[in-house]
Structures are given as structure tokens and as C-alpha cells.
């Protein structure tokens, strides 16, 4: 599996399941599927409610071989918010250490500088491998990142063919943050678009594939969120073949519609 260098260090593998919304026997069965097919990343959130479902799930495999992302709500930002979150979240998670931890929101309320230090804090116990930040734009970054007292490893934020942010993956790029993509096929919305469709059969390939590849070649994390088996088996299939120049333009092209 493609893996991405972090600031921080550490590896971040290219394709991860998406469990927003997969909750209880759901999640519990979807996360089993992904990682006994082969997936080693799970994208999860405090505000998603299944921790607790993915640590059943987990159980049987050794969660040292599996790169797990959560992320502190944005009413929890203060600083001794974050520190109790991430206890919380390792004890509902049964692990020793997150790999990854994100604010999900900024919140122009709470000092971004007191939140990244919390997390700078829980690094330093060991308790996070890397931190990071969702849904924040470039302006957001710029106050951010002169306040960081550990690398700002990645942003992870909407990147769909119809949400095309180039500015924003340049900036991360320039500043080696990794993206992720978040909602690569719209929750939903772009399993129909023709364009895609016509895509998709030129390449004998799925509609989903077509956009995981041209996601994952611009250099993007993907972490499409699937129930059902045969989709989160197909999603993984997109790390040895290419798109073609005149494919790439033309979903660039559906952004700039
Ligand atoms: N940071 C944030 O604020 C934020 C916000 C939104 C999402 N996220 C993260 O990003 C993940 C993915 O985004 P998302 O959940 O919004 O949606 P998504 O991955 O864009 O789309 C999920 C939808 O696509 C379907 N699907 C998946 N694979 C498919 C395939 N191969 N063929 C046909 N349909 C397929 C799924 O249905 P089936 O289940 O039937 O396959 C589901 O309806 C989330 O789960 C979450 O981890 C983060």
C-alpha cells in the first residue's frame, strides 16, 4: 500500500476507511471487512460515535499494524479539553497511541495556539504520533502554523472532482502538510455524473475508482466510507494503474464547471 512521509516523521498510508456514520454491528462489521481485506488506516471522529465500535472491531488484530486517525470536536478545543478527549478517545479506541490527531473544526472562539499545544502535550506523553487539522482553509494555516509547536502533518478536507481545491492543496504541499480527502465521491453525489461514467468505462474501471486514482495521483490521502464489502474491497484497487493525461483534464475540468 502507498504510504505518504508525515512531518512528524511517521508514514501515513494513501487509503484508509471512512467510518462517519457506520455505527454500532454496521461499523463494527464494515471496519472488520476493510481490515481483514488488507486496509491498515482508519479515519474516525469523536463526533462520530464509534469508538467504542471500532475497538470490537479491532480486536484480533494487532492495532500496531493499523494507522488510526481521530479527531477533538470543535467545543472541545480549550486546552484541558483536548488532553481529557485524547485519554478518553485511547480508552474507548483500546489502544496505547493515536497515530494521528485532528481538530475537526476550526473554532475562531479558542485560540487555535492553546489547542495545538494541548496536542503538542499529549505527543510529548506519547499519546499522539502526529497532529493535524480539518476543514481549515489557507487563512486558517496561516494563523496556525507559526503557532505550532509540533509539525502540522496534515489537513484533511472536502476534495472531490467537484470541489477541486488546487490553492489550497498547493499551500499544504509548499508547507509539507499531507491532504486528505474527505468525502471523495460527494457522500454519495457523484456515483451518477456522465462525464465520470464515460470515464469509468474507457478505463474498464468503477466510477469510484476513477476519482480514488486521480485523487490519490495529485498526492491526496483518500478515505472513502463504504458498508458494504464489495465496494470497500473495490476501493482498494486503484494503486496499480493510471489514468491517462486527457482523463486527468477532463475531471479537472468537472471542478471547473
Ligand atoms: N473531517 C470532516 O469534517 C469530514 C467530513 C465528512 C467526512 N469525513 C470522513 O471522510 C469519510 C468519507 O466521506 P463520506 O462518508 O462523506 O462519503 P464518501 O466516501 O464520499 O461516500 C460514501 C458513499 O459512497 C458509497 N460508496 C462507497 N464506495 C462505493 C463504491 N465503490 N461504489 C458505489 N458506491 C460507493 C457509500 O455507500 P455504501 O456504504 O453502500 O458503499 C456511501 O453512500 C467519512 O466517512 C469520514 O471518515 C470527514
Redesign the pocket.
Known sequence: MLEYKLASGYTMPAL???????RGQTCIE?VRTALDLGYNHL???DA?GNHDAIRQALQGHDPDEIFITT?VRRNDLRHDDVLAMGERALSELGIDRLDLL?I??PNERIPVSETLSAMAELVEQGKVRSIGV??FTIRHLEEALPVAEVPIAVN???Y?PYHNQQDLLDYCKDNDIVV????????????DDPELQRIAAKNDR????IVLRWLVAKGLVV??????P???A??MQIFDWELDEEDVQAIEALGRR
Do not use: C, E, M, R
Not at 478515505?223 to 458494504?228: G, R, V
Open positions: 484508509g476507511l471512512g467510518t462517519w456514520q457506520l464494515a479515519d474516525t471522529a462520530y479527531k485532528l475537526h473544526w480539518s476543514n484533511q478536507v472536502k472531490h486528505t480527502a474527505y468525502s471523495p465521491f460527494g457522500n454519495g453525489d457523484l456515483i468503477s466510477l469510484p475508482q478515505i472513502p466510507k463504504s458498508a458494504n464489495d465496494h470497500i473495490a476501493n
